[in-house]
T-cell receptor
Framework: DQQVKQNSPSLSVQEGRISILNCDYT??????FLWYKKYPAEGPTFLIS?????DKNEDGRFTVFLNKSAKHLSLHIVPSQPGDSAVYFC??????????FGQGTELSVKP | GAGVSQSPRYKVAKRGQDVALRCDPI?????LFWYQQALGQGPEFLTY????????KSGLPSDRFFAERPEGSVSTLKIQRTQQEDSAVYLC????????????FGPGTRLTVL
């Protein structure tokens, strides 16, 4: 069973607009969430994280929102830039520190 | 400083062959993780080391998979008698002190089993 789900395999956004990537999880014991960005032929790169004691964390153009009651988090990118085009993975930190990833969402930002 | 490096970057093996994949973590990083990423999927946890101790190997899919980190630095993931379903990208990640610190990933090794 998939404990972390990203239901949108792809997303296309115009440059300068907002990108919203969504992620759902099933295990209420998860207490820390991360977003990674991945370019082709490279490993995932850490982007931003959020603890379950918060509902929002912001870093420049990137903001992550957490809705614990809905077991849902989202990543907002404002404004979107062509260099943001990549695959974005949502992950939950499980016991021992291992990460449980979603399937990824491929973001395409068009000039 | 240098990031996590992995070698080889690409490996083609015939079904039944043994392969060894290497990971060089960031210098001084205590924790090391291996993940397997199938095409179109997110990475899936395989195993975790703290220094030389393998503390969690619950994600290894079969006894054909074996990982080691004898001196607490470089790690090797070995797959014996490879099968076509082993074809995937194998990612290594390290974190500085605790397993809960941010994990930094290497570029991965793409394994293709024919």
């Amino acid at each position: 069973d998939q404990q972390v789900k990203q239901n949108s395999p792809s997303l296309s956004v115009q440059e300068g607009r907002i990108s919203i990537l969504n992620c759902d999880y099933t295990n209420s014991m998860f207490d820390y969430f991360l977003w990674y960005k991945k370019y082709p032929a490279e490993g995932p790169t850490f982007l931003i994280s959020i603890s379950s004691i918060k509902d929002k964390n912001e870093d420049g153009r990137f903001t992550v929102f957490l809705n614990k009651s809905a077991k849902h988090l989202s990543l907002h990118i404002v404004p979107s830039q062509p260099g943001d085009s990549a695959v974005y993975f949502c992950a939950a930190r499980a016991e021992g520190g291992k990460l449980i990833f979603g399937q990824g969402t491929e973001l395409s930002v068009k000039p | 400083g240098a990031g996590v490096s992995q070698s080889p970057r690409y490996k083609v093996a015939k079904r039944g062959q043994d392969v060894a994949l290497r990971c060089d973590p960031i210098s001084g990083h205590v924790s090391l993780f291996w993940y397997q990423q199938a095409l179109g999927q997110g990475p899936e946890f395989l195993t975790y080391f703290q220094n030389e101790a393998q503390l969690d190997k619950s994600g290894l899919p079969s006894d054909r998979f074996f990982a080691e980190r004898p001196e607490g630095s470089v790690s090797t993931l070995k797959i014996q008698r490879t099968q076509q379903e082993d074809s995937a990208v194998y990612l290594c990640a390290s974190s500085s002190r605790h397993s809960t610190d941010t994990q930094y990933f290497g570029p991965g090794t793409r394994l293709t089993v024919l």
